[in-house]
T-cell receptor, first 113, second 116 residues
Framework: DTEVTQTPKHLVMGMTNKKSLKCEQH?????MYWYKQKAKKPPELMFV???????INESVPSRFSPECPNSSLLNLHLHALQPEDSALYLC????????????FGNGTRLTVT | AQKITQTQPGMFVQEKEAVTLDCTYD???????LFWYKQPSSGEMIFLIY??????QNATEGRYSLNFQKARKSANLVISASQLGDSAMYFC?????????????FGTGTRLQVTL
């Protein structure tokens, strides 16, 4: 069983909808991540939170808005998405140091219609 | 510049045989970590094995071992006694020592198919 929980597992939304992806971890990790993965491609980093503060934003369009309400939770708010935003969205957490692995959730498969 | 290179888009191996998945990397940072992940078709990313830049010995985890050649900047994954359940996408990844939340950068992956 994964120690990083993502909800929902699947999401279909229209281009005018507003939705949120949720991620939760209880491993005491202080770094949390959002990755986007298109089919047959590697995951691409979107955002990194360290100690509940946004530390890395990989030039992600503003229609994606991350939020870290506390050390265990990470949200990704979605608004006015495009069909090309359809992908697997992966959340991960880690101790933060370079020698620690990232622990991933099972992902949310997002389809934008 | 590509930091992680996986030159094998796909590999086939027979059940019970060993297979090596190649990975080369590029960094000027003396402190870094190398990771391998497995991604089955269901989508979850499963951490397999870690090798630190200062580690003197090659990492091993059960049937997984890492052939780390620092001078060549390569970190190949060896899977021994392949099983049908090993069929998946395998990603090599690297974290550099850039602070408290360094990012994990992935290679393009190798799709492994285990056959009977």
């Amino acid at each position: 069983d994964t120690e990083v929980t993502q909800t929902p597992k699947h999401l279909v939304m229209g281009m005018t909808n507003k939705k949120s992806l949720k991620c939760e971890q209880h491993m005491g990790h202080r770094a949390m991540y959002w990755y986007k993965q298109k089919a047959k491609k590697p995951p691409e980093l979107m955002f990194v939170y360290s100690y509940e503060k946004l530390s890395i934003n990989e030039s992600v369009p503003s229609r994606f808005s991350p939020e870290c309400p506390n050390s265990s939770l990470l949200n990704l708010h979605l608004h006015a998405l495009q069909p090309e935003d359809s992908a697997l969205y992966l959340c991960a957490s880690s101790q933060g140091q370079f020698n620690s692995p990232l622990h991933f959730g099972n992902g949310t498969r997002l389809t934008v219609t | 510049a590509q930091k992680i290179t996986q030159t094998q888009p796909g590999m086939f191996v027979q059940e019970k045989e060993a297979v090596t998945l190649d990975c080369t990397y590029d960094t000027s940072d003396p402190s870094y970590g190398l990771f391998w992940y497995k991604q089955p078709s269901s989508g979850e990313m499963i951490f397999l094995i870690y090798q630190g830049s200062y580690d003197q010995q090659n990492a091993t985890e059960g049937r997984y071992s890492l052939n780390f050649q620092k001078a060549r900047k390569s970190a190949n994954l060896v899977i021994s006694a392949s099983q049908l359940g090993d069929s998946a996408m395998y990603f090599c990844a690297m974290r550099e020592n850039t602070g408290t939340a360094s990012k994990l950068t992935f290679g393009t992956g190798t799709r492994l198919q285990v056959t009977l």
